[in-house]
Each structure stands twice: as C-alpha cells, then as structure tokens.
C-alpha cells in the first residue's frame, strides 16, 4: 500500500492520539469463562431447569456477568469457548497464505457492485477510506438478499461465494471454521437473551430460512503514517452480534461509554471479542447498546483478524421486543427491514456518499430522540461540572502549604459544634 493516499487520511478529529497511554489506567473490556457451558446446561431455559444448584448457580452467573457487560461496555472477551483452537489457528494460517499472494491473484476473486463477497482493497468507513484488505465469505456458501436499496423494489438477488484456488484448503478450512464460530455466536445470543428475562431460543428464528451472517478475513499492512490513517475508521456494527479472533498484534479500540475515550483491547491468546451489534440494541430497546470502535495502525508489524458477523434473513423485520414494553418503556425504534437496510449500508463500501450512510438512529421514534437529547445534555453538564471541580481541586492542592494553612479547620471547634 506505499505512501499514504489523500484517501486515507482522516479527519483531525478522529485520528488516533499518538501520545502513549499509562496502561495501569486503562480500563479493560470485561473477560468472561464459558466453561460453565461444558455442562449442556446452555440447552435449557434458566427459569426452568432440574440441573443441580451447583450447575444453575454457575450458570446464573454467566448469564449475570454477559448482561453487565452489554449493559456497560457492550464488548467483552471470551474463553473456554468451546471452538476448537487448532481450527482457529488453521484459519489465520490459510489467511495468511492468502494475503500473501500478488495482487492480480487476489483480484481473480474480487468482489463487486453485484456480488459483495470475496476479495477487496478500497472498502470505505464514514467516507474515508480503511488501510486494510479484506476476504468476504458467507456462512451458507449462497443467500438472498434485496436487489437493491429501493424501497419499493422487492427483487432478491443471490450471493455467492466465491473462493480461490490458492491456497487449496482454503475453502474447507473457512467453512469448517464458519460452522463452528456460527455455534459460539447462537450460545452467545442465547445468554443475552436469558439476560433480557427471555427464553434462551427468543432470537433463534431470525437467523433461520438464509441468515445473511458473513466471515471476513482481515489483513492490515504497516502503514507509515499510522498518526493519519486508521485500520478501520470509527463505525458501531449493523449486526446482531461480532464474534472477533485477532491475533497478538493489537490494534482494536473502544470508546468507553464511561467517558467517551478510546480503550484498547488487549489481546489475549486463544480468546475471541464480542460486541453487540445495532440490531440488539434495537431488540433490547436501548437497554443494551451497540459501542463505536476503531483499529488503529502501525509502521513495524502487520496485523490479521476475522470477525464473524451474525446478521439475520433479509426478510427480518428488526424492531424491539414487545415483551419488554411497557407504558414506562416504550418502543423507542420504528421496524426496519434488514435486507433493504444491509443493501443500502453495503453502498458505501464501495464509494463515498453525499449523505450519512443508514444508520438505526434514523428509525429513532421523535419522543425518544427528545429524551435521550436531554439525556445526554443532563450527563454533559454533570461531566462539565465534574471537571470543573476536579480542575478547582487540582489548583488547590498545588498551592504553596502557607496559603492552604491560611484555611485550615479548627478541629476543636469543628468538635464542639458537632456535639450541640
């Protein structure tokens, strides 16, 4: 990829902060032991079980600790998750392999404007453009989707993969590790929905008749200018879920909803990322909310990682749960179809647009968008104010000892008044 192109330099704004971090102060994503899953307890309903205490109170936990971390982070790290580790290791291995080959061989497989899966180097986010390339592939080796973004069109096209020759095993490994990846994500989805206070199997129906779920192999290559360019611009995934095997480069960064600054994640061997997707914050009607994250770049290594994307049928309507409404919590979205919505957010891959690509803030309902206005204002004084009294403080403190002395309480009296 040479020299950095104007196209991918980002704006001012959203650069990455080139000062190091005292990583003792960085807050890190929660990580979190499936093993309690080894006991097939997954399969039942947590309402409704015969399991002995020792297993449903393991369990209970996992559900407990999966719902705090979509509550406050919306991303978390799991272990002991069950996909087979030397699989994962295959799959890096044949991406690499991949990645590696010249570029008129890559292209063979590119994808297009008609089909959206294979390889592709000029994939755009928020407009500009990522320092990465990218091998698409999905789930069921064929799907339906919308035709195009159009409203009122309601011709289906079919996707299909597309695989290349080299490396031979290419294919079956990516399959055999989209199968099992796929079955983390169905338990994954499961434990948040016994989170919400649903049955385990509440979401299994969407991802039924042709789930659109896709595998990307992600390659980022050194950049020297890595103070400019991002890996991924700062974007929140459309899905339900994002399962990610990174490798120990680094790289991935969440804002934390705390404060609003980048945290990176740390990565740790054999774990895979998770994070929420927009169409369960859709579901859980803003209870749990998808998350913006970045990846930042280097100028030394290169850096390999493979989300799995969990995206229901493109029939599927996306709307919030009607078991969780009530005159308190009311419905905050509008129904949106998912097809239309994933055709239409596939455009900007491979352009720029005049307009913000589709976003689910645009199926916002207007009283909802009014009270999380005021309530994003109200916490925005309150941060204000914080820091307005923590600045206060800091001056304080850093006065010479006389000064603070010419203020200093009178413990007798401070006594005194307290006993009266």
Not at 2 to 14: C, L, M, S, T
Not at 167 to 189: G, I, N, S, T
Not at 278 to 290: A, E
Request: net charge negative; glycine share 6%.
């Amino acid at each position: 990829m040479g020299e950095v192109d104007p196209a991918f330099i980002q704006a001012i704004d959203r650069r990455p902060n080139p000062k190091p971090k005292n990583s003792s102060l960085i807050d890190e994503i929660p990580t979190i032991d499936l093993s309690a899953l080894s006991t097939g307890l997954e399969e039942n309903d947590l309402r409704e079980t015969d399991s002995s205490p020792s297993d449903v109170s393991g369990h209970a936990k996992l559900v407990s600790e999966i719902g705090h971390a979509c509550k406050n982070w919306g991303f978390f790290q799991v272990v002991n998750h069950g996909v087979p580790l030397e699989l994962g290791r295959k799959i890096e291995d044949v991406a690499k392999k991949f990645f590696e080959l010249p570029g008129e061989e890559k292209r063979k497989v590119k994808r297009d404007m008609v089909n959206a899966l294979g390889y592709h180097d000029g994939e755009h986010t928020k407009n500009v453009r990522d320092w990465k390339e990218v091998f698409d592939f999905l789930v069921e080796d064929q799907t339906a989707v919308p035709a195009s973004h159009e409203p009122g069109d309601e011709e289906l096209r079919v996707l299909t993969n597309q695989w290349p020759q080299y490396p031979p095993e290419f294919r079956e490994v990516c399959q055999e590790y989209a199968q099992a990846v796929e079955k983390l994500a169905y338990k994954l989805l499961g434990l948040i929905a016994l989170s919400l206070g649903q049955p385990q199997n509440r979401f299994d129906d969407y991802f039924k008749d042709h789930q659109t779920s896709l595998v990307r192999l992600n390659h980022y290559p050194p950049c020297p200018s890595p103070h400019l360019a991002l890996g991924v611009g700062p974007h929140k995934d459309a899905g339900a879920l994002t399962v990610l095997a990174q490798d120990d480069v680094g790289g991935l960064e969440v804002r934390r909803k705390s404060d609003g600054e980048w945290s990176p994640v740390t990565p740790i061997p054999d774990a895979y990322i998770i994070n929420v997707g927009d169409i369960v914050q859709v579901w859980s009607n803003d209870k749990y909310k998808s998350v913006e994250h970045r990846v930042v770049v280097n100028s030394e290594k290169e850096r390999f990682s493979i989300p799995f994307f969990f995206f229901p049928a493109h029939h599927v309507m996306v709307k919030p749960l009607e078991e969780l409404l009530s005159d308190g919590n009311p419905a905050k979205y509008r129904e949106y179809n998912w097809g239309k919505f994933y055709a239409t957010r596939n455009r900007s891959d491979f352009k720029k647009q005049e307009v913000e690509n589709i976003q689910i803030h645009h199926f916002k309902l207007p009283e909802s968008e009014a009270l999380e206005s005021a309530s994003v204002t109200a916490n925005k004084v309150l941060l204000e104010k914080r820091q307005r009294i923590e600045a206060a403080a800091r001056k304080f403190f850093a006065l010479p000892l006389e000064e603070k002395r010419k203020i200093r309480r009178d413990e007798k009296s401070m006594f005194e008044k307290s006993k009266s």
